[in-house]
C-alpha cells in the first residue's frame, strides 16, 4: 500500500514510514498528520499509542485511523459445529 501511494503522490513533502505501533517512538511536535488504516485493533496497549501519536504532532495537527466494522470481525469468527 506504501509503494502504491507513494506511486500516487507528487507531493514531496509527504513521509510515507510503516513502523511497529507497538515500538513507536517518534520526534515531539513534528508531524501535521498521522495516518493509520485498519490497525488498532491489533494493538494491545492502545492508550500507550495514543500518547506515542498525540506528542509528535504539531499544536494544529490531526490524527485519523480507520477501524474494521465489526460485521467483518464477525464473519471472521469461526461457529461451532453443533450436533
Known amino acids: 500500500m506504501l509503494s502504491k ?13 510503516q513502523d511497529n505501533l507497538e515500538q513507536l517512538e517518534l520526534s515531539s511536535n513534528t508531524y501535521d498528520l498521522a495516518y493509520s488504516s485498519l490497525t488498532l485493533h491489533y494493538i494491545e496497549h ?3 499509542l495514543s500518547k506515542a501519536i498525540y506528542h509528535p504532532l504539531r499544536s494544529d495537527g490531526y490524527s485519523i485511523f480507520s477501524l474494521e466494522h465489526p460485521i467483518i470481525l464477525l464473519v471472521s469468527i469461526q461457529k461451532p459445529h453443533r450436533k
Open 46 to 48: 492502545l492508550s500507550q
Open 5 to 17: 501511494a507513494k506511486e500516487m503522490s507528487t507531493d514531496n513533502t509527504i513521509i510515507y514510514r
